[in-house]
C-alpha cells in the first residue's frame, strides 16, 4: 500500500492481492517482481512469500478508511483476474470499490479470458477504471474482451510496449497509456512506436499518456516525446 504512489498515471496504490505468475511477453522483466523479492529481504509482512500468489484479507478495507478522495491504482504487484484467485475474491474487492464511492479506482489485467468470464457477475461501479495491458501487436485481442466488459469506464496500458502495434480500433476506449520498459534487463522502444499510437489517439479523439521512454535510466531517459510531454487525462472524472 502507498499513498503517495511514484507511478505517473495515479495516486495511491491498494495492494490486497500480492504476487503473479508469468503469462506473455511483456512480463519477462516484471517490475512487481522485482519489487516483491526486494520488500521480502525488507522484512514487509506481506511479502514473506515473495511472488507467491498471497491474498492480504486484512488490506481488503483499507480504501474505506481512506477519506480524502484519490485515484487509487488496484493491486498494482499482482493482477485482480488471475486464474488462482477464487471467484468470491474477485467480487468482494469489487463491493469495496463500490462502497467506497468516492475514489477512483483503476485496474489493469493481461488476463482478459478470466474478465471475459466473470464480467457478468460484477457490479461495475462507475468509480472503476477497468483497462487491460497489451505489449504488442500479438496481444490486441485483450482490447475486443475489454470492449465487451460492463466497465463505464476503460484505458490501455500499452506498456512495457515492446513491439509496434500498427492500427488499433479505440472506439469505446476513454484513455491511452504508453511507456517503455525499465530495469536493468529492459528492452528497446522505438520512437516510431509511440509516434504511431499518439497519432492514433489524436485521429480517435482519445485523451494520451506517454509514462517514459525507461531503459536502465529511465530518470535520465525523460518523458518527452517529439520536445512534448504528454499527459493528456480524461477530462471526466469516473465518480
Known amino acids: 500500500m502507498s499513498?503517495?504512489?511514484?507511478?505517473?498515471?495515479?495516486?495511491?496504490?491498494?495492494?490486497?492481492?500480492?504476487?503473479?505468475?508469468?503469462?506473455?511477453?511483456?512480463?519477462?522483466?516484471?517490475?512487481?517482481?522485482r519489487m516483491a523479492y526486494r520488500l521480502k529481504a525488507m522484512g514487509q509482512e506481506n511479502y514473506k512469500d515473495g511472488f507467491n500468489l498471497s491474498v492480504h484479507e486484512d488490506m481488503f478495507d483499507l480504501p474505506l478508511k481512506?477519506?480524502?478522495?484519490?485515484?487509487?491504482?488496484?493491486?498494482?504487484?499482482?493482477?485482480?483476474?488471475?486464474?488462482?484467485?477464487?471467484?468470491?475474491?474477485?467480487?468482494?474487492?469489487?463491493?469495496v470499490m463500490r462502497e467506497a464511492s468516492w475514489h477512483d479506482f483503476q485496474i489493469l489485467t493481461k488476463r482478459a479470458e478470466r474478465l471475459d468470464e466473470i464480467n457478468e457477475k460484477i457490479q461495475w461501479p462507475d468509480n472503476v477504471w477497468m483497462g487491460v495491458t497489451i505489449e504488442n501487436g500479438d496481444y490486441l485481442h485483450r482490447l475486443e474482451s475489454l470492449k465487451k466488459s460492463g466497465a463505464r469506464n476503460k484505458f490501455l496500458s500499452l506498456e512495457p510496449l515492446i513491439g509496434p502495434?500498427?492500427?488499433?480500433?479505440?472506439?469505446?476506449?476513454?484513455?491511452?497509456?504508453?511507456?517503455?520498459?525499465?530495469?536493468?534487463?529492459?528492452?528497446?522502444?522505438?520512437?516510431?512506436?509511440?509516434?504511431?499510437?499518439?497519432?492514433l489517439c489524436?485521429?480517435?479523439?482519445?485523451?494520451?499518456?506517454?509514462?517514459?521512454?525507461?531503459?536502465?535510466?529511465?530518470?535520465?531517459?525523460?518523458?518527452?516525446l517529439e520536445g512534448k510531454i504528454w499527459d493528456q487525462r480524461p477530462l471526466v472524472a469516473a465518480g
Not at 511514484?6 to 517482481?33: D, F, V
Not at 493491486?75 to 463491493?95: A, R, T
Not at 521512454?213 to 535520465?220: A, L
Request: aromatic share 12%; charged share 25%; glycine share 8%.
Open 66 to 95: 481512506w477519506k480524502k478522495p484519490r485515484t487509487i491504482f488496484v493491486n498494482s504487484m499482482s493482477d485482480l483476474f488471475h486464474e488462482k484467485l477464487k471467484e468470491s475474491i474477485i467480487l468482494e474487492l469489487f463491493k
Open 3 to 33: 499513498t503517495n504512489s511514484s507511478i505517473e498515471w495515479t495516486e495511491a496504490t491498494w495492494n490486497p492481492i500480492t504476487g503473479c505468475t508469468k503469462i506473455s511477453s511483456g512480463c519477462l522483466n516484471c517490475y512487481a517482481e
Open 202 to 224: 489524436i485521429a480517435q479523439n482519445v485523451p494520451f499518456f506517454f509514462k517514459q521512454w525507461g531503459g536502465k535510466n529511465k530518470k535520465k531517459n525523460g518523458r518527452l
Open 165 to 199: 502495434i500498427k492500427n488499433i480500433d479505440l472506439d469505446g476506449i476513454d484513455w491511452v497509456i504508453v511507456g517503455g520498459e525499465s530495469g536493468p534487463f529492459s528492452r528497446p522502444i522505438k520512437p516510431e512506436w509511440v509516434s504511431r499510437i499518439r497519432d
